[in-house]
């Protein structure tokens, strides 16, 4: 036997009472992971982004379109070392609920400068350069559909239609590609732009974004002034912002998530922290004329004060655990579903840290009262009570 | 028994204070598990509300067979003279057809309360637009004057999004633009809005002869059929027509549903937690009442009142813990406003609308907590064997 | 007195307060016990019995006078050498046995043992000599509830003479026991003294337990008054 024996015993010696504490704590922590693990996806995109990729949009918003022309433009600013651009394409599949996220590219330049998130091999870029109606299909939508390299498949628009009014374009699958970064999903596919373009009914001419990477992020500001003074007071004026600040302004349109989160999780773990604190005052106090024998057998009022400051933590690291791991499934399981809108939706290693942290303080806070009264008893007083 | 019954329930509750602390966490995790439910509820309700008051019957848009949102819709102006010509259309007392084809563009504004830019709708109305709208009038300046590039905005975006206040200039691209207005639309969706003239918008974004809807007021019950017959028969159109009502309650219900979604499992797993705790309430109160309920059985009294008072014991306690959940939620979050994008991509500013058959919900699951809570225990309380109870 | 005793107090007073009086328990008490002594302490109750035994066992502290024990003085030390003492020096039997409810026999005993250096195997080896002396080799795996209270108070014995302390303090042992328990329990605290050497003070209110002691104390009004037994 030792002190850790001693302390699970003093927990589960009333069962029922134990479990029911464990419930409140691993619900709480349960909706601490999986509202984290939101937020965290919500942010995904500010923490993959690149310090020296910056990106360009119409300065009035970025669903306005700019021309063509100024890839060209913006390719001979000095500090940018190269440079892409891209269209949304407003993509489904079969039926408009089968939202698709599909963005038509410049096939060697955006390959270029996404090759730091995902693994495009040399023989996909070959054939994404050669076939005009080729298309690069992300791993997961590829598994999603059961594509292969080779299949040739429709895919329509919400937004666009071809000039024969039709609103499908046939693509053939050219490669399937994976991910560089664990923080990234392979949720999307690349068509052409000059394809997509030639075939369109309006908009001819005429890009979403473009995707820039500077010399040294040093240089970021410099060159985002360069090029919007550049469009200054010419119909398509630009916007350009690194790729960081970008996400994170539309992440923000979304709603205050962060604050959603605070509020819940702080409301869950308030509720706790007043149930298992009372608990524990309760349970200390039924065990008081145990806590004056062990003082009597020469137990130190530290001693007594670390076994139950050890029960309160052991209770929370059970109760945390159990919750975070059931976290963990629930995410696993709502991941695949949701990943075109919530990409990457897990309990990563970040937030189980924090979960320990908050573990270990929930621990010691409902230890706290508790704790300190057996560590004030008199042996005497305790032996007169009960 | 009826007796009996209010004399344990009494004794019961008067004991509450004896068990000051665990009650009171009791209360405390049913009123954080009530306004979290009904924060998430209000705001659901808010949402619905704003895009429900946005939808007319009797109006009818049409939008590229498709689109699901107006922001993907694309209409050409042979198919709005098409239009204008349908059948079922109202006209006004000039005697033309009250139509109004419309261009729906995303432009930048900065969110008030977080200071970072945000899609605002900018809308290019006809000349019948406002009129097709309910309860659509200026509160503070003019309406636009047509073929000017002259602006109004909604209430609601004037109070979430900065640099449109009434005479200011606003720049889109090259293009400065007046805002000579401030309208109410019944606190529909139209409030979080900029609206100019049609033509003018056109030009000014280089989307002459391009329109995305076209809004058209009905002339009675069979009028919509009619359209939609008319549409879908001439091969020109094949738009899709529907009433304005249905738009707007196919769009507000992807929103609303995933705030339904996650506001009931998130109220109903920490009403879990809140059960825990009050389990542990009310198992140490019949712990702590076990002499007193052993005695009141050695002199007659049966088990059932011991039933009965501890339950209501429990429910008193999750009554209160309800009801200070509820009145907290009103006082934090009623009218609160907040924004998040629509299916259009541009903000939608609403409401949080705390509503009394909201607040029963609320209640209802504070109650449920405190049966169940207390029921385990009242059993206990009801069963324990006189002897045992007495020897304490 | 003499100078080999092993529990020595001189001069103590101790006295409580009860709403606005200051009642004393005793005002200056002498006493000396020789190391290998069975002392029985009776008296009325209120007179101050257990009071005694807790201020020898370092468990409440005199208003005046000095407490030695083993040498030890020990109404100057801190709460935390004072428990390291009492682990160190000190066995206590209680009325009530106050065996842990969710610790086997033998985790009850091997208890005094954390607070040693020892190591598992030794813990192991102690517990059972323990055990094996008040005749429960047999019932290590037992808890409280199922043993009776006379083999309760023989885990609770053992779990006293475990960390081989100099000194036993009884606390009413045969209080809460019938005839035949109790002259159990006596006579393994006799040949506890006898054989093992270990210095007993007991209090109690039963003659017939007193007479299981080498002497008796009379506590009464804050004095002793001393009868020496036949052993």
């Known amino acids: 036997m030792n002190d850790g024996v001693l302390i699970a015993k003093n927990l589960f010696r009333k069962k029922l009472r134990a479990i029911l504490m464990i419930v409140s704590i691993l619900i709480a922590f349960a909706i601490f992971g999986v509202l984290a693990a939101f937020e965290r996806a919500f942010n995904a995109g500010q923490e993959v982004s690149e310090d020296d990729r910056l990106v360009v949009v119409n300065k009035i918003n970025f669903t306005q379109p700019l021309p063509i022309s100024y890839f060209n433009r913006i390719a001979a600013v000095p500090g940018v070392r190269q440079v892409t651009y891209a269209n949304w394409f407003g993509g489904y599949y079969q039926d408009p609920k089968n939202f698709t996220i599909v963005m038509a590219v410049e096939p060697a330049t955006y390959l270029d400068i996404t090759a730091s998130d995902f693994a495009y091999d040399g023989a996909m870029r070959e054939r994404f350069e050669r076939t005009r109606t080729g298309a690069l299909v992300g791993r997961q939508l ?124 702080g409301a869950a773990f308030v509720t706790i922290l007043m149930i298992v604190g009372n608990t524990m005052v309760m349970a200390v106090r039924e065990r008081t004329r145990e806590i004056a024998v062990l003082k009597t057998l020469g137990f130190s009022g530290a001693r007594v004060l670390r076994l139950v400051l050890g029960e309160t933590l052991l209770l929370a690291l059970i109760g945390g655990g159990i919750g975070i791991a059931i976290a963990a499934a629930i995410t696993a399981s709502m991941r695949d579903s949701l990943s075109t809108f919530v990409p990457n939706l897990e309990v990563g290693p970040g937030i189980v840290l924090s979960a320990v942290g908050l573990m270990v303080a929930l621990g010691l806070a409902t230890g706290l009262v508790p704790a300190w009264n057996a560590f004030r008893l008199k042996i005497a007083d305790g032996m007169g009570r009960g | 028994m009826l007796k009996q019954i209010a004399a344990v329930t009494r004794i019961n509750l008067r004991s509450i204070p004896q068990r000051f602390w665990p009650s009171l966490s009791t209360v405390v995790a049913v009123a954080l598990v009530v306004m979290v439910l009904l924060s998430f509820l209000a705001m659901s309700a808010g949402f619905r509300q704003t895009l429900a008051s946005s939808g007319a019957e009797d109006v009818a848009i049409a939008l590229r067979a498709g689109a699901q949102a107006e922001i993907n819709s694309a209409i050409t102006r042979d198919q709005v003279r098409l239009l204008e010509d349908a059948p079922g259309i109202a006209r006004g007392p000039d005697g033309k057809p009250l139509v109004s084809a419309e261009l729906y563009l995303i432009v930048d504004g900065i969110k008030r309360s977080t200071g970072t830019k945000a899609n605002l709708p900018l809308r290019g109305i006809g000349e019948a637009g406002p009129a097709l709208r309910k309860g659509v009038h200026v509160v503070a300046g003019r309406m636009f004057a047509p073929g000017s ?36 639309a019944d606190g529909s969706v139209f409030e979080s809005e900029i609206w100019g003239d049609l033509p003018v918008v056109q030009s000014l974004f280089n989307r002459n002869n391009t329109f995305q809807t076209v809004r058209m007021k009905l002339d009675g019950p069979g009028a919509l059929a009619a359209l939609k017959a008319y549409s879908d028969h001439d091969p020109r159109l094949k738009l899709e027509v529907k009433s304005e009502k249905e738009y707007f309650s196919e769009q507000s219900s992807q929103t609303n549903d995933l705030i339904q979604k996650l506001g009931w499992p998130l109220a109903i797993a920490m009403a879990f937690g809140a059960l825990a705790g009050a389990l542990n309430t009310m198992y140490s109160s019949v712990a702590s009442r076990a002499v007193e309920i052993a005695t009141l059985r050695a002199i007659g009294f049966s088990g059932f009142p011991a039933f009965v008072g501890t339950l209501a014991e429990s429910l008193v306690l999750a009554g209160i813990g309800g009801a200070i959940g509820a009145v907290a939620t009103w006082l934090v979050f009623d009218g609160f406003t907040a924004s998040t994008l629509g299916a259009n991509f541009a903000q939608v500013v609403f409401s949080f609308r705390l509503t009394p058959a909201t607040i029963g919900q609320g209640v209802v699951l504070a109650l449920v907590v405190g049966l169940v809570g207390g029921l385990l225990p009242a059993i206990r309380a009801a069963r324990m064997p006189i002897v045992k109870g007495l020897q304490g | 007195m003499n100078d080999s005793a092993l529990v020595r107090l001189s001069g103590v007073g101790k006295g409580f307060v009860k709403g606005r009086d200051a009642i004393s328990i005793f005002e200056h008490l002498d006493l000396a016990i020789p190391e290998g002594d069975f002392v029985a302490v009776m008296g ?145 605290l006799k040949s506890l003294n006898a054989d093992l050497g270990k210095t007993v003070v007991m209090v109690t209110h039963d003659p017939a337990a007193a007479r299981y002691a080498k002497r008796t104390l009379h506590l009464d009004k804050g004095h002793f008054e001393e009868k020496e037994l036949a052993a």
Request: charged share 25%.
């Open chain 1, 142 to 265: 590829a598994a999603k559909w059961g594509w292969k390299v080779g299949d040739r498949i429709p895919i329509s628009s919400s937004i666009f239609q071809q000039k024969d009014g039709s609103h499908s374009w046939e693509v053939e699958i050219v490669g399937v590609f994976d991910k560089n970064k664990p923080q990234v999903d392979t949720n999307f596919m690349l068509i052409r732009w000059d394809y997509f373009d030639e075939t369109r009914s309006f908009g001819k001419d005429t890009i979403g974004w473009l995707i820039l990477k500077t010399d040294s992020p040093a240089i970021n500001d410099r060159v985002s002034e360069t090029i919007d003074k550049m469009f200054e007071n010419s119909f398509y004026e630009t916007a350009t912002d690194t790729e960081k600040a970008f996400n994170k302004a539309f992440m923000a349109q979304l709603g205050n998530v962060a604050l959603i989160v605070t509020l819940v999780v």
């Open chain 2, 149 to 184: 590039n002259e602006v109004v905005v909604g209430k609601s975006l004037l109070a979430e999004f900065s640099g449109f206040g009434l005479g200011r200039t606003v720049k889109f691209g090259t293009a400065r633009w007046t805002v000579v207005g401030v309208f109410e």
């Open chain 3, 44 to 188: 009325p109750s209120g007179s101050g019995k257990s009071t005694l035994l807790n201020l020898l066992g370092g468990i409440d502290r005199p208003d005046t006078g000095a407490i030695e024990i083993a040498g030890t003085r020990i109404d100057g030390l801190s709460e935390g050498r004072l428990s390291r003492w009492r682990a160190a020096t000190i066995g206590f039997v209680f009325q009530f046995y106050n065996l842990m409810p969710m610790l086997t026999a033998a985790q009850n005993v091997e208890l005094p043992l954390l607070l040693t250096r020892l190591g598992g195997r030794e813990r192991r080896a102690h517990v059972a000599a323990a055990l094996e002396v008040v005749g429960l080799a047999d019932r290590a795996k037992h808890y409280p509830r199922e043993m009776s209270g006379g083999q309760q108070q023989r885990v609770a014995i053992a779990r006293a003479i475990v960390s081989d302390p100099k000194l036993l303090l009884c606390d009413e042992p045969t209080g809460d026991l019938d005839r035949g328990s109790a002259d159990e329990i006596l006579a393994m």
